[in-house]
């Protein structure tokens, strides 16, 4: 599913990956570990293609990401890639069922089938009597479940979550895990997640640990 292999990235002087090789197969759920500074979020990053690498490739469902010029990638992106941040990133003006099937139109898909989509989605991850709340509406574990709908709306490969259960209480992040484990039984989803919650980690198929810009374990 991913394949990353000699990854290095630099910001400025500062050498944040420094041969970076990683393989992620298809429907597991994979954590990245280690103290702040160690390059997880980086390395996310470039996995999402929200940014490129200085050395080294990077493959996602057989696509070598560098050969992808600006327009394909962010085709590619949409389609292939889910994104669960730790702050959930709603707009705040639309409701919860908008802020799911909003990327599904982006990627070009009709409304009326984004919308059933984003309805079917959202049942599934227990919201179906939030759908018309807006997101002041909502408390920070349902924010969370929209959130990881907007990110499954377009059916993607590979969700990538940064600290997804980071600003949740224990009983909201603990929610948040076990759907993500009936999210790859159920519909064969693959997750890639950085986290600092121990707990997620050692239950997930595979504990990757990074210090200084390198897997160490």
Do not use: C, W
């Not at 590619?76 to 669960?84: D, E, P, T």
């Amino acid at each position: 599913m991913i394949e990353a292999s000699g990854i290095y990235k630099s910001f400025d002087d500062l050498l944040v990956l420094k041969g970076i090789d990683l393989m992620v197969n298809q429907n597991e759920i994979v954590t990245i570990v280690g103290p702040s500074g160690a390059g997880k979020s980086t390395l996310l990053h470039l996995l999402g293609t929200l940014d490129n690498p200085d050395k080294g490739n990077i493959i996602i469902n057989k696509i070598a990401i560098s050969q992808l010029k600006t327009k394909k990638l962010a085709q590619f992106r949409s389609k292939n890639i889910g994104f669960v941040f730790q702050f959930h990133h709603l707009l705040p003006e639309f409701t919860a069922l908008e802020n799911v099937f909003i990327p599904a139109l982006i990627a070009g898909y009709n409304r009326t089938d984004s919308s059933k989509r984003a309805k079917d989605m959202l049942v599934l991850l227990g919201m179906g009597d939030r759908l018309d709340h807006k997101p002041s509406q909502l408390s920070g574990g349902e924010l969370q479940r929209v959130a990881v709908a907007r990110a499954l709306i377009n059916k993607p490969k590979v969700v990538l979550a940064d600290e997804p259960s980071g600003n949740l209480d224990t009983q909201n992040a603990t929610e948040l895990h076990k759907m993500f484990f009936r999210l790859r039984d159920e519909l064969g989803q693959t997750f890639v997640i950085v986290t600092h919650n121990q707990e997620l980690a050692s239950l997930s198929d595979r504990r990757i640990e990074m210090k200084d810009g390198k897997i160490i374990n």
